[in-house]
Nanobody
Framework: QVQLVESGGGLVQAGGSLRLSCAAS????????MGWFRQAPGKEREFVAT????????VYADSVKGRFTISRDNAKNTVYLQMDSLKPEDTAIYYC????????????????WGQGTQVTVSS
């Protein structure tokens, strides 16, 4: 069992930055690929970025490429999402997820989810 707790969301102006964190419980964090996904009102949950278990391979959605950076610290059981040059269309609830043994994964392939953290970008 893995429990995920996100933090770091908030309200920011367009062009600003936020750093999301996701703290994981359990001793097997380093066995999981981790990902960030988001869901805006009235829309389906969508892929944002994933990182493999060792932190050596990352994948980004085209909409965030060059602006967002996913990273992880396996010693701290934590994955991060640095979000720069934020746009109003980035407004959503951001979820952290874990996938056992994978490298990159879609929402339907996640084994565990966090509760989400709200990110609001004002214009």
């Amino acid at each position: 069992q893995v429990q995920l707790v996100e933090s770091g969301g908030g309200l920011v102006q367009a062009g600003g930055s936020l750093r999301l964190s996701c703290a994981a419980s359990g001793r097997t964090f380093s066995s999981y690929a981790m990902g960030w996904f988001r869901q805006a009102p009235g829309k389906e949950r969508e892929f944002v970025a994933t990182i493999n278990s060792r932190g050596t391979y990352t994948v980004y959605a085209d909409s965030v490429k060059g602006r967002f950076t996913i990273s992880r610290d396996n010693a701290k059981n934590t994955v991060y999402l640095q979000m720069d040059s934020l746009k109003p269309e980035d407004t959503a609830i951001y979820y952290c997820a874990a996938n056992y043994g994978g490298t990159s994964f879609a929402p339907r392939e996640a084994d565990y989810w966090g509760q989400g953290t709200q990110v609001t970008v004002s214009s």
